[in-house]
C-alpha cells in the first residue's frame, strides 16, 4: 500500500513501524508534524514538553526503562537539548533514542543557517540523512534498530524540503516490541567522572564500529554513470543533482558520520574531477579533503541559503530549466505582518507611542519589530528578552542614565515563556533587578501552528492537562507586581504601562485575549469608515493592521480580513471608524 506524505509525516509513520512507544517535542516550524501526525498512532504516548531539553530528557528516561522513543525539534531547538545530548551520548541507549533534528536553510521561519550535521561529530553519534519521505520513513526504523544494535543515540537530520515536500511511501506494518524494563546500571547511567573516563574510552571504539558500518551502508550508495564527472551528495541536494547532473556518477551519503572513507576513497578513484555538492557548511567536503583529496565544493556551490536546481546549474555555468522571465528583485516587497485583530498589536502600538526599548523574544509577536509597528529593539533566542533588558538595564545603572533605564522593557509570549522565561524572572528577581516585563499571553503556541501549552492546559493526546496559571505562578516565584490586561483597551494597557515603569521595582504586565485564529477567539461584526468622517490621517495605518488600507480619499477596511478587534476605532481622533452594525 501506498501514500503521499510530507517528510515529517513518513518520520511518524517509520517510528510506529518501528515500533515506538514515547514521542516528546516542543513545537518548532519545519519540525512540528511529527509529533502532530505521531499522535494519531494510539500506539505511541506523543506530548508536547516545556522545552526541547525537557524532551529529550523525557526520551531518555523511556530509554533507561527499556522503551523505544523519539524527540523531535527543529535546529535551534537541538542548542537547547544539547546538554543532555552529550551526556546522553556517553550513556547510550538501553531502548532505541532518535533525535529528529529539522533544519531551516534559508531560514524560512528561523534566526540562523546553522548545520546541525557537526552535532553529529561534537556528540560522537551517528548521523542518517533522507533525501525524501520514502527514506524518511525507513531511516526512522533504522534508526531505533541502530540505536539498540550499536548503544547509542541516533541523530536524524531533515531539512525544510524534506519536511515539507511530499512524495510516494510504502506503507508497512507495525512491529511488536516489548518495553524491556528498567534494570539498575551505576556504571552506565551515572556519569560521575569515575564512570565517564570508562564511557568515553567505549564512545571511541563504538565510533570505530559505526565507520565500519558507514563504510558498507547499503544506503551509502554509488549510482555509476560518466567517469568524467563524479559527485558526493546528501540530503536534498541529491535531488538536485540527478536533476541537474543526470550523466554524472553520485555517491548519495544517506550516513555522513561518522563518514565512510573507504567508500569515499574507492568513489573518488574511479571518476577524473570529484565534485561536492551540499546545503550550507562544507561539512562532507572537508572530510574529504582530510583525506588529500582533491574536491570542488564551497568554491563553487553557495554557503549561504538552501540549494535548489537553478543555483547547482548556475554554480558550476551550466545551463538549466526555463528563463525566469521576472527578476525576483523588480517585484515589490511583502514582508510578513501580525494577522488581522492579533492581540498583540495593541501592546506595540503603545510601546511605540511611549518610546520604550523593547527587548523581544521567539515569536509570531517578533514582527512587532517591524514598520510600522517598530516596537522591538532585540530579538536573539527563545528566552532572552528578560534577561537582555535586565542586562540593558545594569549598562545603564553603570552609565547613571536613570530616565533611560526606566524605559527598557521586555516583552515575551506566554509559550515562550514557559519554554526558557521563567528562570531568566527568576534570576532578575534574585539579584534584586527591577524593571518591567510584559507576557502576550494568546492562549497558544501560535507561530507554530497553535499547539497547546502548560499555560493552555490541553496535552497533545487531545486530553485535559493540568493548567499552570501564570499569575499564581509569577507570585510563588516572589514578585508582588503582577497585573492582567485585556489585549483589545489601549487605554488600559497605556495606563498600566506607564505606572509600572516608574515602579521601582519588578514587575510583570500580562496583556490576555485569544490569538485570532484559534477557536476560542470570538469574533465580533466588523468595523467600517464613514467617508464623511475620515481625514486621511493614516493614524490607523500605524497598526499596521493587514485589513486596513488607504483609498483615494479616506482609509478602507476590508470586511472579510476584520474580526471586530476596535483597535483602529480606538485610535481614530475624528470617531471615523464605527462598527457595522448586525442587521
Known amino acids: 500500500m501506498k501514500e503521499i506524505m510530507m517528510g515529517n509525516e513518513a518520520v511518524a509513520r517509520g517510528a510506529w513501524e518501528g515500533g515506538l512507544h514515547v514521542a516528546t517535542a516542543y513545537p518548532g516550524t519545519p519540525s512540528s508534524e511529527i509529533l502532530e501526525s505521531l499522535s494519531h498512532y494510539p500506539e505511541i504516548y506523543s506530548e508536547w514538553c516545556t522545552n526541547e531539553k525537557v524532551a529529550l530528557e523525557v526520551a531518555t528516561g523511556v530509554s533507561f526503562a527499556g522503551g523505544r522513543a523519539l524527540v523531535a525539534m527543529k535546529h535551534v531547538g537541538l542548542n537547547v537539548a544539547a546538554d543532555p545530548l552529550f551526556s546522553l551520548s556517553y550513556i547510550g541507549a538501553t531502548g532505541g533514542i532518535v533525535i529528529v533534528t529539522c533544519d531551516d536553510p534559508s531560514m524560512h521561519s528561523s534566526q540562523n543557517e546553522q548545520d546541525n550535521r557537526h552535532y553529529a561529530i561534537s556528540a560522537k553519534i551517528p548521523l542518517l540523512e533522507p533525501s525524501d519521505s520514502e527514506e524518511a520513513r525507513i531511516f526512522t526504523k533504522l534508526a531505533l534498530k541502530m540505536s539498540e544494535d550499536f548503544d547509542t543515540p541516533v541523530l536524524l537530520r531533515l531539512t525544510t524540503r524534506i519536511s515539507h515536500t511530499r512524495s510516494v511511501v510504502n506503507l508497512g506494518e507495525r512491529e511488536a516490541v516489548p518495553v524491556k524494563g528498567y534494570k539498575k546500571d551505576f556504571k552506565k547511567r551515572v556519569i560521575l567522572p569515575v564512570n565517564a573516563r570508562k564511557l568515553h574510552s567505549k564512545v571511541e571504539e563504538r565510533t570505530k564500529k559505526l565507520k565500519e558500518f558507514a563504510n558498507n551502508f547499503e544506503w551509502n550508495r554509488i549510482e555509476e554513470e560518466s567517469s568524467k564527472v563524479g559527485i558526493v551528495t546528501d540530503s536534498i541536494s541529491y535531488q538536485y543533482v540527478k536533476e541537474v547532473f543526470p550523466e554524472a556518477s553520485v555517491l548519495k551519503l544517506s550516513m555522513p558520520w561518522p563518514f565512510p572513507d573507504k567508500l569515499v576513497r574507492r568513489f573518488a578513484s574511479s571518476v577524473d574531477r570529484l565534485l561536492c555538492i551540499e546545503e550550507n557548511d562544507p561539512f562532507i567536503e572537508s572530510q574529504i579533503r582530510q583525506l588529500s583529496i582533491p574536491v570542488v565544493g564551497k568554491d563553487k556551490v553557495p554557503m549561504v541559503l538552501e540549494l535548489n536546481p537553478t543555483r547547482v546549474a548556475k554554480s558550476f555555468g551550466k545551463e538549466f530549466g526555463y528563463p525566469v522571465s521576472v527578476d525576483i528583485k523588480d517585484l515589490p516587497p511583502r514582508p510578513p505582518a501580525l494577522c488581522p485583530g492579533c492581540p498583540h498589536t495593541g501592546f506595540f502600538y503603545i510601546a511605540s507611542k511611549l518610546k520604550l526599548i523593547v527587548t523581544g523574544d521567539i515569536g509570531c509577536y517578533t514582527l512587532g519589530a517591524l514598520p510600522p509597528l517598530n516596537a522591538i529593539d532585540t530579538c536573539v533566542e527563545m528566552g532572552a528578552s528578560i534577561g537582555n533588558a535586565y542586562g540593558i538595564q545594569l549598562a545603564l545603572t553603570k552609565l547613571g542614565d536613570e530616565n533611560l533605564k526606566k524605559k527598557v522593557v521586555a516583552v515575551i509570549g506566554d509559550s515562550t515563556f514557559f519554554h ?10 534574585y539579584n534584586h533587578g527591577f524593571g518591567t516585563v510584559v507576557i502576550l499571553d494568546n492562549y497558544s503556541t501560535a507561530m507554530t501552528g497553535h499547539q497547546g501549552h502548560p499555560g493552555v492546559g490541553k496535552t497533545l493526546m487531545g486530553t485535559p492537562g493540568r493548567k499552570v496559571e501564570l499569575t499564581s505562578l509569577i507570585k510563588g516565584i516572589g514578585i508582588q507586581n503582577v497585573y492582567t490586561v485585556n489585549a483589545y483597551d489601549l487605554d488600559k494597557i497605556k495606563e498600566a504601562l506607564k505606572r509600572e515603569i516608574e515602579r521601582d521595582d519588578l514587575s510583570v504586565v500580562i496583556i490576555r485575549s485569544p490569538c485570532a485564529l484559534i477557536e476560542d477567539f470570538e469574533k465580533k461584526p466588523y468595523y467600517h469608515v464613514d467617508e464623511n468622517k475620515c481625514t486621511s490621517c493614516s493614524l490607523c495605518l500605524k497598526l499596521g493592521c493587514p485589513a486596513i488600507s488607504m483609498g ?21 481622533p475624528f470617531e471615523a471608524i464605527v462598527q457595522k452594525e448586525e442587521k
Do not use: F
Open 420 to 429: 526558557s522565561g521563567i528562570t531568566g524572572l527568576i534570576n532578575t528577581y
Open 552 to 572: 483615494d480619499n479616506y482609509a478602507i477596511i476590508d470586511k472579510y480580513l476584520c474580526t471586530g478587534c476596535s483597535l483602529c476605532s480606538q485610535v481614530c
